[in-house]
């Protein structure tokens, strides 16, 4: 009996201590989720991860095809869209090292023009497949190289004449005759115009950054330095006869020719300025600079100047050749100005419908 009783005893005790361990587990329980909620409070809502987007770059595939035998000459792949035209030249020449970018000529078609190194492969291609046409264009030279050696020869050739060299005038002739006053005075005028020349070129002018083929360099050599050498050679003779109307003839015209000179100058720094360039470009505009004002007559007056220049010379030293090359440089600087015109009649023409394009009122 006294067992029994234990025995329940002990199983109450039991049930009270196993209730006591449930209540504070409970306890526990609550603290942790109170602490856990007030943690979650606390940190503000919850942000969603990142979503990393891969951009999908396209790419172009170039097939560049012998524009004569339409065979395949190399395949440039990977090539971006911001890619130029430029680019594929450098790529091409990395793939066939023996024509370098600027011998290398591209056509979309057989005969077509040639592409600019600043198109963009985008603004061409009408599928992820681009052909392309080769043409060697042979060797080629930087206009810079072109303008100098131009203008160098004449400086040169002019002075050795000047100075009457051995084996190009008879020497005892030549220490006999006096110089005449207009014969150094021409050489004045001859330098001065081909150093502006030099010194524009390098200093003045934004010389495009292209080439051009090396017989374009050849005959544009062969022009000037064998007019140079004509002019010179009648110019500095021992028997030179000075002009008709004598000093006021030479007088004139000299003064003249430096006001074109100078006209010439000023209004290629007015072309070389930033703001007549580029996309925002607008028609050049005479300034505070008398010298400027021909712009309100022509569009393109460093042309006029430039005939005034080699009209003045003519006048002033009385010799067939310079009449010669005047003519001619007029009639190619005509077609010229009449080109540049057309283009600025396009662009602009508000501005130039009332103008001549390099002779006011005449042409």
Known sequence: MFKRHKSLASDRKREIFSRGVTRSMLKNELRN??????????????KSAPVVKHSKTAHFEIEILDAQTRKQICIVDKVVQTSTIHDVKQKFHKACPKWYPSRVG???ERGGPFLKDYITIQSIAASSIVTLYFTDLGQQVSWTTVFLAEYTGPLIIYLLFYLRIPYIYDM???????????????????CIHYIRYLLETLFVHKVSAGHTPLKNLIKGCAFYWGFTSWIAYYINHPQYTPPSFGNRQVTVSAINFLICEAGNHFINVILAHPNHTGINACFPSPNYNPFTWMFFLVSCPNYTYEIGTWISFTVM???LPV?????????????????KHKIYLKKFNSYVHRKSAMIPFIL
């Open 33 to 46: 989720f109170h602490c856990l909620s007030q943690l979650v409070l606390s940190a503000g809502p919850l």
């Open 172 to 190: 005892k002739e030549s220490s006999r005759r006096f110089c005449h006053p207009v014969v150094h005075l021409a050489c004045f005028c001859h």
């Open 106 to 108: 591209l056509q979309l």
């Open 323 to 339: 009449g010669i090359f005047t003519l001619l440089m007029s009639i190619q600087m005509s077609l010229w100005a009449q080109k």
């Open 317 to 319: 030293t009385q010799t």
